[in-house]
């Protein structure tokens, strides 16, 4: 997350606004929040997990990794769902995910 609060003004340049949420209650989620510059929600339950389509994990009882990159029509356009902490999409992959689309409109 933290790759994504470095390239903040590139995603503002694009009109990109990024969001994450987390398993973690609230005074948990704060450490990591203290350390982005986007918004962190918290507590996300299995139920959401589910109506997202993420794997939740029974023995932990969390959400793997899923990340989701919509349009300006809230249509998903590319996602990337983990079972660990390998396979994370990448900001500046986000960055380019975008430009490509964008010049695609031209």
């Known amino acids: 997350m933290v790759g994504f609060a470095k390239l903040k003004h590139e995603f503002d ?3 990109v606004t990024v969001f994450a949420a ?13 350390e982005i510059n986007f918004p962190l929600g918290y ?8 109506l997202l389509g993420s794997w939740w994990e029974e023995r ?6 899923s990340e989701f990159i919509l349009n300006a029509e809230s249509r ?3 996602s ?5 902490p390998l396979g994370r ?10 430009n490509f689309y964008e010049s695609q409109k031209k």
């Open 43 to 50: 507590g996300v339950t299995r139920a959401q997990a589910e």
């Open 13 to 15: 340049a694009l009109g």
């Open 60 to 65: 932990r009882q969390i959400i793997q990794p």
């Open 89 to 98: 999409i990448e900001a500046a992959d986000v960055i380019k995910l975008v």
């Open 22 to 34: 987390s398993v973690d209650p609230e005074d948990k989620s704060k450490a990591v929040a203290d």
């Open 80 to 84: 990337s769902y983990s079972d660990g």
């Open 76 to 78: 998903v356009i590319g």
